[in-house]
Every structure is written in C-alpha cells, then in structure tokens.
C-alpha cells in the first residue's frame, strides 16, 4: 500500500531550503540566544553560566571549528554583564529571536494546510519569543546543571564514597539530562507553533520530540567524535573550513528537527 501523509505532500521539495535557513540564522543568532540565557541566570540566580555554556559548546561542535571556551566565555561575559543596558539586552533578545522565527517558519510549514496561509509577521514573531523561553529555560537548566555537578562531586567526595563517584557522576548524568532537557523543549516547540486546528497531541508531539533530540544528540556525537576519530583528519580544510564545518553540523541538526516534526505529524494524521 503507498502510504502518503496528506500533511506531507507537496513539502518534501522545500525541506531541504528550510533546513539550510534553519542552520544560517541558528548560527547567526547563537551568541545572542546565549547571551540571553546567561542574562537570565543571573537575574534569577545570580550565577555566571558563560564558562560552562563555553565547554559545552566544544563538546558538542566539530573540532575544526577551533571553539576556545575561554573566548566563548568573554563574549558572554561582555555582553550578558551586569552592565548590560536595556537597549543592548533587547538587541540580544531580538537577534535570538531570528533564529526561533526560522524554527517556527518550518514547523509552521510542516504541519500547516497548503490551502491556508501561514501565520506571519507579529503573530510568529511573539510565538518566536515564547519559543525563546522555551529554550532558555531548557539550555540554561543545563547549563545550572554542569554548575552543579561538581560541587556534588566534590560533597560526594568528602563523603569517601566507595568508588569513584565523581566519574559516574558526569558520564551517567550530565548529557542524558541534557537529552531529556531537548526532549521536553522540542516537545514544547511542536506543541507550542502549528495553528490550534493543526496542532498534534501531546503523544505524536512526544515521539517527534524524542526523534528530534536523538537525531541532534547523533549529530554532534557524529561530528565532535566519531567522523575525526574515523577518518584521522578534519572534514574541512583551508581558510573556511571552520565555517563550513560547523555550518554542516548545523544542517544535519536542523534536518533532524524537521523529521521530528514530520513524524509529529504523520501520528497526529
């Protein structure tokens, strides 16, 4: 039988120019988004996430990239600082919206009707700012978490715990929490974005969030780790070699997105 989601027709052809969009503006927008997590964690907790929003993100993009944590951690510091004017916090806020307009655009796209339009100009751009919470609640929980972490590890320590706690600690918590903290916010997102007749249940929202934050964990394992350890040598090389490496690993990301929301779709059909 040729099963052919009616959701689904007609947008194949077009996923792959969303997905480019989607990793240009993820990767224009990435300084401010984090700019804007680490502004909020120290209005509420008053706590400097940037060094660890730093060493997260080395982990995670490819080697060429050449990411110093330590630079990383400046920027943030510089513009997410307690001097930070109204005008350059909203500056930030409005570039990180950029990217999260472009990821609503999609989702919009995925799981709209062809024959209405889809919801542009204000209303995606306030549906952008919710979905900016969404993240910088679940990237800045993570980020609380790696600020955490070592100072359970340390209590553990003093305790004389067993065996090596500090160890099991940070490779059996640490990125599974970050995976479940990706679950919830691409849940959120394909809940959150289609229009209220097109939106799915939380079930098929669920299994796409769970195929989304797979498909990106996958990705950064494959680039950051598996692909330079294969090969022996960078993907890219020459004078943009560390743009189009991580502009690569954005794409396959993006495309993961764009087949958990599929999925989403096909089950709530």
Known sequence: MDFQPKRL?????????????????????????LVVVTRTAAWFFSANLAPEL????????????RLRPEAVAAALSSGGGRGLGAASTFLAVWTATSGMNELARAVHFVFSDEK?????????????LGLLGIWTA??????????????????????????????????????????VLMFAAFTLTYAFIPEPEHRPGWRAAGVGGAVAATAWTATCLVFSFLLPRAWGA?????????????????????WG?????????VLDE
């Open 9 to 33: 027709q007609g947008k194949f052809g077009m996923l792959p120019s969303f997905a480019a969009a989607m990793a240009f503006y993820f990767l224009v927008s990435l300084i401010p988004f």
């Open 54 to 65: 730093g060493v997260f993100l080395r982990e995670v993009l490819p080697p060429e990239s």
């Open 116 to 128: 209405s339009p889809h919801p542009g100009g204000w209303l995606r751009r306030l549906k952008s």
């Open 138 to 179: 679940a990237i800045g929980s993570a980020a609380i978490l790696l600020v955490l972490l070592p100072v359970l590890r340390t209590a553990l320590a003093r305790l004389g715990a067993g065996f090596d706690w500090p160890k099991v600690l940070a490779a059996a918590v640490r990125y599974p929490v970050a995976v």
């Open 234 to 254: 960078n993907l890219f090389h020459g004078v943009l070699g560390s743009a189009l490496a991580t502009l690569a690993w954005a794409y396959c990301g993006c």
């Open 257 to 265: 997105i764009l087949i958990g929301a599929g999925v989403a779709a």
